[in-house]
């Protein structure tokens, strides 16, 4: 069974089509007059924003269209954090003397299928707790109630909970 994409998928899909392939996209996918596209053309990321907002106006209205652009462009451009940041709660029996392993703790907020998978990913320097990189793979880390997870280069972000952390100042 397909999940229908959401606007933000929508629009992120399309910022990451090749260049090469923009002309054949607002061709069979817009009725934007060809003298159109080919101005647009010239700023390639800016043609490819224009583009992605056609496509989601087109299944999800003008709203939508407009909130998947700025959502990209919050995230992406501006790398700021989402509006929507969702909790992640930390079950006690993960904390050992109130502090977890940075592995499981990805894993425990589903970014990583695997531990092999996301000690990759903090080796890669993927992985960041209110700003700050961890790129030890072994880390323990004493996890404050409110701290910001980072996860990976389309930034998934989670807000750590529990009840016997810390609050963040």
Same mark, same amino acid.
């Given at each position: ?26 061709? &069979?996918?817009?009725? $934007? #007059? ?5 101005? %647009? /053309? ?65 894993? &425990?907020?589903?970014? $990583? #299928? ?5 000690? %990759? /990913? ?48």
């Amino acid at each position: 069974m397909m999940v229908w994409p959401s606007p933000d998928q929508m629009f992120g899909r399309t910022m990451s089509i090749p260049d090469k392939l923009l002309l054949g996209w607002y061709t &069979l996918l817009t009725n $934007v #007059p060809i003298a159109e596209v080919q101005e %647009r /053309l010239k700023d390639p990321r800016n043609a490819k924003a224009a583009l992605g907002e056609e496509i989601v106006r087109q299944y999800d209205g003008e709203a939508a269209s407009r909130g998947a652009r700025e959502n990209f462009e919050k995230l992406f451009t501006r790398k700021e954090v989402p509006d929507d940041v969702p909790d992640l709660q930390i079950p006690r029996d993960q904390l050992k003397e109130g502090k977890i392993w940075i592995v499981a703790l990805i894993k &425990l907020a589903g970014a $990583v #299928p695997s531990t092999s998978e996301g000690r %990759r /990913l903090v080796e890669q320097g993927g992985v960041s707790l209110d700003g700050v990189k961890v790129t030890d793979p072994s880390a323990e880390i004493a996890p404050k109630d409110g701290t910001l997870l980072k996860v990976g280069k389309k930034n998934k972000y989670w807000r750590l909970r529990a009840e016997e952390l810390p609050k963040t100042p």
